[in-house]
């Protein structure tokens, strides 16, 4: 079936260096791609989406690329921080509007070297 | 503005106990979900509603049934719970739309054994 997934299940980051968090999809009919942060011992956090007819979406210290081509997915943190320490989804919307029918992937810690 | 909470936080049952999760929201959403959330699994749909009074099955649905009697609360009921069921239960809810942001109560870590 379709699935989510991610290239490293780990990443340690020093502090004010910039992280890259990869994700790979195989349902190349989904319309949005997604990114969630999930602290210790809370429920996820919506951080950032791209839609599929977009290459590059930017947000607060955070940028998303879509490589359609190879089906790969991409968070870019800059100047990573330690409250930037979680595991980080990508996920994906195969449709626009109604249900969100979110398909999540298996996430990546994230660790930040003070 | 509380946002999406989940009663209990914890709870431990033994085999073919029963119990209910309690999910509310104070966003007026009209979407509702539940999610289990296990190592190595990431999160699996579980049941979902998209309106009052509506529930659909998820991709993990046996064993589980919800109800959506009132827009702001989502149930999960565990009728006959199983050592599978142990999990990390998780409700979200969102609004209809192009908006893909789902809002994340803080979960309840169930046991049993």
């Known amino acids: 079936g379709e699935s989510v997934g991610l290239h490293l299940p780990t990443l340690s980051v020093q502090e004010g260096d910039n992280s890259i968090i990869n994700c790979a999809y195989s349902?190349?009919?989904?319309?949005?791609f997604i990114w969630y942060k999930q602290e210790s011992g809370k429920g996820p956090q919506f951080i950032i989406d791209?839609?599929?007819?977009?290459d590059k979406r930017q947000g607060q210290r955070v940028t998303v690329l879509l490589n359609k081509t190879v089906k790969h997915l991409s968070l870019q943190i800059a100047a990573t921080q330690p409250g930037d320490s979680a595991v980080y989804f990508c996920?994906?919307?195969?449709?626009?509007?109604?249900?969100?029918?979110?398909?999540f992937g298996t996430g990546t810690k994230l660790q930040v070297i003070p | 503005n509380a946002g999406v909470t989940q009663t209990p936080k914890f709870r431990v049952l033994k085999t073919g106990q029963s119990m209910t999760l309690l999910c509310a929201q104070d966003m007026n959403h009209e979407y509702m979900y539940w999610y289990r959330q296990d190592p190595g699994m990431g999160l699996r749909l579980i049941h979902y509603?998209?309106?009052?009074?509506?529930?659909a099955k998820g991709e993990v649905p046996d064993g589980y049934n919800v109800s959506r009697l009132k827009k702001q609360n989502f149930l999960l009921g565990l009728e006959s719970a199983a050592p599978s069921q142990t999990s990390v239960y998780f409700c979200?809810?969102?609004?209809?739309?192009?908006?893909?942001?789902?809002?994340f109560g803080p979960g309840t870590r169930l046991t049993v054994l």
């Open positions: 349902n190349s009919a989904s319309d949005y």
């Open positions: 509603s998209v309106g009052e009074g509506t529930t």
């Open positions: 979200a809810s969102s609004y209809p739309g192009t908006n893909n942001e789902q809002f």
């Open positions: 996920a994906e919307n195969p449709r626009s509007g109604g249900y969100q029918k979110v398909t």
């Open positions: 791209i839609r599929s007819n977009m």
